[in-house]
């Protein structure tokens, strides 16, 4: 059974920082791409940030580009999202996904592609 669980969501300051992490279990080692997705209220879920099954590819949005970084660690199964100068506009529920299909260089900002995802975890950045 996979399963995909985020954490590291709280609330935070303009300006502040915040790493979400992403725990996959159930799936075999570098067999799978990670994408980091938000959705804000009455919005439309967005991909923000991806990272490849052997990390070599990494793709973000523009609006995050400079501020958040993607990282794993395949030896735990662990995908890392730190999100720097965080904004008000950040403020959303995060949802970290799994995608079995990629090749192995390459992942996707859409949501389509992903195959398990998690609960999600909400970060407010607010003074």
């Known amino acids: 059974q996979v399963q995909v669980v985020e954490s590291g969501g709280d609330l935070v300051q303009p300006g502040g920082s915040l790493t979400l992490v992403c725990v996959v279990s159930g799936l075999s080692l570098n067999t799978y791409a990670v994408g980091w997705f938000r959705q804000a209220p009455g919005k439309e879920r967005e991909g923000i940030s991806c990272?490849?099954?052997?990390?070599?590819?990494?793709h973000y949005r523009n609006s995050v580009k400079g501020r958040f970084t993607i990282s794993r660690d395949n030896g735990n199964n662990t995908t890392f999202l730190q999100m720097n100068s965080l904004k008000p506009d950040d403020t959303a529920v995060y949802y970290c996904?799994?995608?079995?299909?990629?090749?192995?260089?390459?992942?996707?900002?859409?949501?389509?592609?992903?195959?398990?995802w998690g609960q999600g975890s909400q970060v407010t950045v607010s003074s």
């Open positions: 990272i490849s099954k052997t990390t070599d590819g990494t």
């Open positions: 996904a799994a995608d079995l299909r990629a090749e192995s260089w390459y992942c996707d900002l859409r949501d389509m592609e992903y195959d398990f």
